[in-house]
């Protein structure tokens, strides 16, 4: 166990290493600079001045090497556009995309178990058709999309739902679910369909096992069989695709929070890029980078807790 | 179904300690609008309404210092509530007192003496004084290194003297009669005593938390990627404002925007997209009103390139363009057809005695052919063997590609085989502007109720300032110099007037339209002056909110 976390401890040094350097490379590689430059009515003095300020008259791999430098020692800079600490930047917005993504996976999981396992049970009926097309909708129904017509239809035809932000702080749970449930409800799309499929392929798989056949013919009770001994080992692959599901959730992040104004992750990545504030595009890349390294090995892990026929060790 | 419920246990259990993450959890507070929650004192017909709050968008987070190098846009419409001018836009279009109560220019145009108030506190209590102006001037806007916003508006000041505590001098490196103009926009005096000997641009406390200004309003919360909230300055200089608070929402897509106004959790703003306009207007809460503002929308062929140079070209492409069509369609008639720079809200200097160019796809081909181009078989102009083919950019900027779309079809036409590239701003300005590589483009010019366009026509200002068709002609060099040095208003006007027919002739931009701002705002609402909507929160402290 021991060698396998070091082994895979090194493995996610080196990515993110690499997304370092791809990142910082390619910002640089976009037209334009920092918005300060990109006025339309800054003169070639002005614009040349606040390159020198910003230090980016130096060339690219000297300013590569000391974001390195810093990045390493726990320093992510300063943001272009504002004069903060990245990391200030950063701790002002994590808090909203991990309760917004969290509370999404939850739901996806809980809502897509359920769903996938009545898929499988009911096979080729009414209610498996139905739990398919809806998958193949929310996975192909564009989320911007769905998202303003959920803001129209609840926010403002039916006022039942706030349209935008995060409840106000010292707010009841109750105000807190009002803000957070389309908001969720949309992340969802992006995940939700997925773990309905392979919980719904992994559970047939299962249940045509042998010894399910023999519970059943122990008489064991039919409850008992699927959400005991079936679903017990049809979660299995279930577990495996949740790393995978981790970045879809932090890119559909990017959309959700525009729409309904959730001031997270997603939208200050989309701010930094267009104002090509470098730093602060790489600080985010970095945070976001980790945590989608951090979750795969814990699934890693938990993966091969759960399924004794996987060695990581 | 031990295992099952337990689980259920466990999921609930973390939701709730999610949720629990990022809120208090005191007792729930039920929804309210704004018009709900406003104090109730006010109401007498003779004197405005008192208190009220209201709610105004914004989609990034701003900066509060006027001059930070970053501070535009989203930030300008925030610092003008919380900053002054020494003066600011009038009503009738002539910049009107602020922080300076008179203004005079000497004979030779080269020193303006500023007299300013004496009862104008910061909000942090301190007296302001001629030393903070100084200061705003002589330590940020004229030294050359910091890049300040909208620095380059001031090229013509050298420097900024005290004479005494209430009175200021600009020294100028030549006359200019529109620094009057130029001073209140975007132009606001920011403290001495908080900012001296400070990283003024990295001052994070004064830039992002707690700014110290003159203006009507003080901030009180600044949540950043959410709001801030702003509350009436008792001691503000024309007398405490009619609204209690303002609240800017940062809302990044203006879809939200449109929502947030039909359920009344917005209350003022300008429509950059019009197509939700029809809806908008069919809500009885909200009251829609153009407003002319100064600003003209334009194409620019460079002028480095030879193809362009003869302005029979650039004649034919304001034929070429059905301009009242793109207006009726997609500006939904909120824009006028434009024929030179000075729009028509500048009264005083505006004239439509210019050359005018109908909508006549035949009378562009005959100019084309007048210069030697002859319609191939594929229908495209060609020159001594070459086809008349070169690129637009345009940058995604509300209606601007789907406008750029039917110019394109407009100019294929009548045979430029027009290839239309799309890009956002800042690769355009990089391109565009920055390396001046491009053959034609689209984009506008906003400037303050001042007709001087020095900067943009001037034969000084190609290829580096904002000359940005890199347009060069004696004629109009003399004009635009002329029109600077000229006191006398009426004078000016003839200058001006002379110089937008020969605009009109020449071409150097091609023109397409003024445009009227759309503003969409709460009807209970009031006393918000017919100015377009940048101008009229210079006026915030004489909003009022019917009860």
Redesign the interface.
Known sequence: MASFIAQRLWQSIILVFIVSIITFFLINL??????????????????A??A??LGLDEPVIVRYGEWLASAVQGDLG?SL????PVIE?IA??F??T??LT??TL?VSV?VGLVLGIIAAMRRNRISDYAINFLAVIGLSVPSFWLA?ML??LF??TL?WL?????????????????F?LMPVLILSTSTLPTIVRFMRSSMLEVISQNYVRTARAKGVKE??VI??HAMRNALIPVVSIIGVLIPRLLGGAVIV?????W??MG??I??AA???DYTLVMGVTIVVTLVVVLTNFLVDIIYSKIDPRVKNY | ?K??SSWLVM?FT???F????????????P?STPEESESNNGGEEAAPAQGGEISIPIV??P?FNPW???A?VESNIVNRIIFSGLTKPGKDTVPSPSLATEWSASEDGLVWTFKLRDDVKWHDGEDFTADDVAFTFNGLVLD??????????F?AVKEVKKVDDYTVEFHMNRPWSALPAYLGFNAEIVPQHILEGTDV????EF??ETPIGTGPFKVVNN?????VELEANEEFFLGRPNLDKVTY?????V??HI??A??G?LDIFSLEDTSSLERLESVNTLKIEPRDVTRYYWLGVNQNDERFQDAKFRQAIMHAINRPAIIDNILKGYATVADAAISPNLEKYYTNDVTQYDYDPEQAKALLEEIGYTMNSEGVMEKDGETLSFEFDVAIQGDLVTIAQLIQQDLKAVGMDVELVT?????M???D??ERNYDMMM?W?TYPDDPDVY?QYHSSNAD???NIPNYKDEEMDRLLELGRQTTDPDERAEVYKELQAYMSEELPYQYLWYPQETIVMNAKLNNVPDLNYGASLHYVNEWTLDQ
């Open positions: 976009a037209p334009g600079g920092p918005s300060s430059m990109m006025r339309m009515d800054a003169t070639a003095e002005e614009r001045a606040i020198e300020q300063t556009s504002t004069g903060q930047r002002e917005r808090p909203h991990l309760q969290i509370l939850i809980f303003i803001l129209l926010s403002v006022q706030p349209s935008s932000g995060v409840a106000p702080e010292g707010s009841g749970i109750w105000e807190q679910v009002t957070l409850m008992v959400y005991w929070e525009s729409v309904f104004g001031p997270g939208r200050l989309v701010e267009n104002a090509r | 179904m295992f099952k999921l973390l939701m709730l999610t949720l629990a993450a990022c809120g208090g959890g005191s007792s729930s507070t929804e990034a987070d900066i930070h190098p970053n535009y050359e290194s910091k890049g300040a916003n909208s620095a380059a508006n090229q641009w990295n001052n994070t830039n992002k949540t950043p990627g959410q709001s929402k940062i809302l990044a897509d879809n939200t929502a947030q039909m359920t959790e890009m956002d701003w800042n690769s300005i990089q391109k502007v920055v984009n010019w900067a580096t300032g904002n």
